[in-house]
């Protein structure tokens, strides 16, 4: 008691919710006993305000984000905003998210420029149009097959190159370094020339789109760029994403930067870092259409996604799959299948679930049905 | 009716393979004959509708159990196939087995030392997840389906191929049932866990059926016509398909009958047991009825929506519930609901008959079921009776502490109340019976936000909880006043709507004087009967009588502090339990939004909070019933000069507009980053043209007179927003399709009247007249199809999050938060190990936070 109810608070609140009985309390200067009655009060609060044992917090959750889906647009791209990389927002995106699809329908990244390099307009459109993918397909303005002596000449565009800032001399090298037993030459008059080791017609014309999708240079994947100012900052958006690439590059700030491919982040990042973003993107989509929910709901959903290391979608290949509830698989989708597959297997439903004692007409274990209170009933003729 | 008391609860479900001996076994009929009633219409014995597998005859006995139709369960038969045949449903794993076994032993197709070490793997794998169960299963099922050449016996392997649906090939050669399962026959007991079968529940040979049960009859009773007729059952149908089959087949066997007959007739008997078990399986045609019709076979029973899964065995329909339309009342309290006299003389409570309150209900048995207060049942140890002329002298004669009397619902009572679509916990609250005449449901305006609901038609449901616990539950859960606050983001949903808070706005505005006398009227009306000391009274304090001494808010303390205009109305202050200050808007008492119920909520508590609403949505409607409102087209007015200031503002936009098509056109138009120019000048031109109709609020609120009632509506917050009134004075503006100007319709224009290539921004659905003007028939045409637009939208949204809930209910139903403060599973799988990453209970929260700045209040108010 007494002093201690401040120490105390440090061990029993959140940090975070601590923090702020510390700022409020310096706010307006309360010290000694009088800081140590409000921490009392705020931890007593705080432990009211706890969860009860029992509460199904699923359901609960699995309502406050389907209840607004009912709102939510199902316009897929953001037009109005003129200045806007195209994503896909409102309920197609909350979906997919949730859906755990491979890749995202725009594929997309932010990324956060290192202090030295984002206050600088100029600077940070340099290196936006660094990080565009340029194919040698993107740098010509003709092809020539030549048949008889089994090459290709690639007439280089002038205005391409000095657009996506290329030399043809790289082009060459690039060229060079990929078909190594090719021989590639930049010839006089600007055109390039590839010799083929092959004599078939077929075989060249698989060639020569192969060849046309050589990289040159830039991060693979990214087709687009926009540098947009933030705040007191420049960052850069892009159309696809790449985020291994991006983040090794020198000027990038890795701590910020950030792709909206849950997927590609869990592979780079790990799968703290997916589940955090799972729950950003949900969270972006609803703050755009002002819906609000409140941030444990999408906490929930995400480390459900994600508990077992790997991400698994709201779907019947996902989540549900992995019930050990044979009944509960049945229920959602296809229950032949589950319930054929039980039997050759011998499995044992445990009921432990709530639609598998709905089924059987027996209490569900959440909530009130939790506690198994007995009551002996003694009859008045009952002996001791 | 006997009332047992049931101790023992189903602990676990096991699933089983049906072995022929245990098909024997639970049979009560060997079934041989596929005709079902001899000449006389009575069932044949050893048919298909065989009285000894249940009876559907009212007024016979079922010969295996002795009892009459609804007491029989029904009971299974059997046939003998001639054949036997394969079970649709195993082939993948009969398949499976096939492959991974030897052709010759029957061990699987695995060395002993990778059998040892499997066998290991698949030990330490069951104790934990089932999921590293099945990777080990399934690794062992490739690597035994790769090896070619026994390790037992040295056997080369066949290729075996599946022909769907029933067939396989083993290298060319077609492999009968008989020779299936005589393969899987052989495989030892020994092997089969590593194929993920357990030996003692099953044998895999029993995939492959030699006998076929027959369901009882009374899950395929026929129906009796009109006419007399008999229709049977799909079921039955199929069945009789099978039995006559298989009597062929056995027949031309017996008679020594070419191979080529008796392999047709076993392929259609596969046929027929295939398309009973399940009749939509690919590259089978599907049985069908003599009329055409695709016959309901057993898997088309269970699955699916309509399937037994999801509507018999997840959803269950229900006794005592009662729906109607619903229509608003604004006199009972928002935790009341006003049910019709109809619907509670239906409806009923069983009430136990004990020495302290047999008085009471043998009233209600004196009235009995057509007489409000009444009964309608009475349940004796003999049975349940239903209260009559006749019986009443009876029952009330007899009755005596231990019946159950089921009363008419009462005043008072708690009763279930629904809106669908039940989107969320909110959309089944309990109420408190009010019995009122006519023939709605009457709900207070004030818990419409919650249901989502409104009084255009709208109809509600009813449900009568039956028991102690139930009802315990339904208070202590489910009261209105616990759903206050919505779990989604933690702040009350519940308030003030439209009447209620314009009438309060009307009279809390400026400093207007009411005699005590109309006081006293009004304050009674509302059911306050203690009202200060005072000759006169403000409309702001009137208000403030409703509040608390100790209630204190400011809506803006930064502007408060400096603000030395006392009792102005432009932002609310209320200092002990006084509204000193401001108007009462939405913002205070509204829904969702209402900072006054929040605020008060957090200091006083639900029941009192929702006793304010209920108090404060009153004091709205009858003092707005003395001061009257209404709107009227000369709201709309606008002074000379002024509208043409609005169309001037849109020329201006419209010229803006030409000059940047023009650009386009020219191909001088600088494209924004990854957009082509189309996409750029569209995006400007929506710029622009939206800019352009936001301007002209600018001149109507200029222009607008400002004390009319529509106005008055919308700075109140009741109804109607600034963009209704541009919309009604000003201009519609952009009608969109797709969220893009309209650009569709003919070759290259939008309507037959524009020239070719006219992208322009009449072409393009900008509407330039308001609603009051009129549009003129193209704006008209691009208005009905912006609305139309809207309308398939919401057409497709709904299914979709619709879906999109109900995957998110069954992924999620089952996470629960355990006495340890974990988040788990069913399987207790933890998911987080604390709620939330702090374990706060969002709906207990303040906007999913703790107000210290209240505790500090309160600790240096208190000292």
Known sequence: MGL????????????????????????????????????????????????????????????????????????????????????????????????????????????????????????????????????????????VMDLLNTRLLFTLDKGAL????????????????????????????????????????????????????????????????????????????????????????????????????????????????????????????????????????LMLIADTMTFDGKIRGITRYGITSQKSSILARASFEIPLKHIFSAAVKNEVDPLQGVVENVMINQPVPVGTGIPKLIYKVKRSGDKE | MNEQIIKDKIGAIEFRLLSPKLIKKMAAVKVLTPELYDADGYPMDG????????????????????????????????????????????????????????????????????????????????????????????????????????????????????????????????????????????????????????????????????????????????????????????????????????????ENIMAGAPQIIIDDLWELLQYHVTTFFNNSVSQVPPARHRSGRILKTLADRIRGKEGRFRHNLAGKRVDFSARTVISPDSYIKPDEVGVPYEVAMELTIPERVTEWNIEWLRKFVENGPDKYPGANYVITPQGRKRITKETKEVILQELMPGHIVERHLLDGDLVLFNRQPSLHRMNIMAHRVRVLPYKTFRISPVVTAPYNADFDGDEMNLHVPQTEEARAEAEVLMEVKHHLVTPRYGLPIVGGKQDYILGCYLLTLGKRKFPRSFVEQLMFSIGVEEIPDKKEFTGKEIFSILLPKDFNYVEDPEKCKGCKQKGSDACVLIKNGQLICGAVTKKLIGGGKGKLFQEYYKLYGPEKTLDLMHKVALLGVEFLMHEGASISLADTDLPEGAYEKIVERLKKAEEEVEKLIKLYKEGKLEPYPGRTPRETLEGAMMGILNQARDDTSKVLRKYLKKNTGTFTMIRSGAKGSTLNLILMVACLGQQSLRGERINRGFKERTLSLFKKGDIGVRAGGFVMHGYKKGLDPVEFFFHAVAGRDSLVNKGMRTPKSGYLQRRLVNALQDVKVLYDGTVRDSSGVIIQFKYGEDGIDVSKSDHGDIDIDMIIERVIGVG
């Open chain 1, 4 to 143: 201690d109810d401040l120490k105390r608070a440090e061990q029993v609140l959140p940090k975070k919710l601590y923090e702020k009985l510390l700022e409020r309390l310096k706010r307006y200067n309360i010290k000694g006993k009088l800081a140590n009655k409000v921490a009392r009060e705020v931890i007593k609060e705080y432990e009211r305000v706890q969860q009860t044992p029992g509460e199904a917090v699923g359901v609960v959750t699995a309502q406050s984000i389907g209840e607004p889906g009912t709102q939510m647009t199902l316009n897929v791209f953001h037009f109005a905003g003129v200045a806007e990389m195209n994503v896909t927002i409102g309920l197609p995106r909350v979906i997919e998210v949730l859906d755990a699809r491979r890749t995202p329908s725009t594929p997309s990244m932010t990324i956060y420029l290192k202090k030295e390099y984002a206050k600088d307009e100029k600077e940070v459109r340099r290196i936006a149009a660094e990080l565009i993918e340029v194919k040698l397909n993107d740098l010509i303005s003709d092809t």
């Open chain 1, 162 to 297: 000095r657009n996506y800032n290329v030399k043809p001399k790289q082009v060459e090298e690039m060229l060079k370094k990929v078909y190594k037993n090719a021989d590639v030459k930049l010839l006089k008059d600007g055109r390039i020339r590839v010799k083929l080791k092959t004599e078939d017609v077929g075989e060249m014309y698989k060639l020569k789109s192969k060849v046309l999708d050589t990289y040159i240079k830039g991060v693979p994947g990214v087709t687009h760029v926009l540098p947009i100012r933030d705040k007191k900052e420049w960052i850069i958006k892009t159309a696809g994403t790449n985020l291994k690439k991006v983040l090794e590059l020198p000027y990038v700030d890795p701590e910020r930067t950030i792709s909206n491919d849950i997927f590609e982040i869990a592979k780079v990042l790990g799968i703290e870092a997916a589940r955090n973003a799972i729950i950003n993107e949900v969270k972006e989509v609803l703050d755009r259409q002002g819906i609000e929910v409140d941030i444990r709901h």
């Open chain 2, 47 to 250: 048919g298909l509708m065989d009285l000894r597998m249940g009876v559907i005859d009212p007024g016979l006995r079922c010969r295996t159990c002795g009892s009459k139709v609804r007491d029989c369960p029904g009971h299974f038969g059997y046939i003998e196939l001639a054949r036997p045949v394969i079970h649709v449903e195993f082939v993948d794993y009969i398949y499976n087995f096939l492959r991974a076994t030897c052709r010759k032993c029957g061990r699987i197709l695995l060395s002993e030392k990778e059998i040892e070490k499997f066998k290991e793997r698949l030990e330490m794998a069951s104790k934990e997840e089932s999921l590293v169960r099945s990777n080990v299963l399934d690794e062992i099922l490739k690597r035994a389906k790769a090896t070619s050449v026994c390790p037992h016996c040295g056997e080369k392997q066949g290729k075996i191929r599946l022909k769907k649906p029933t067939t396989f090939i083993e290298d060319g050669v077609n492999l009968t049932p008989i020779d299936v399962r005589e393969r899987l026959e052989r495989i030892p007991d020994d092997d089969l866990p590593l194929l993920g079968m357990n030996p003692q529940a099953g044998r895999p040979e029993w995939m492959v059926l030699t006998l076929l049960p027959i369901p009882p009859v009374t899950v395929r009773p026929s129906i009796t016509l009109e006419t007399g007729e008999r229709s049977e059952d799909d079921l039955t149908h199929k069945l009789g398909d099978i039995v006559r089959t298989n009597q062929r087949l056995a």
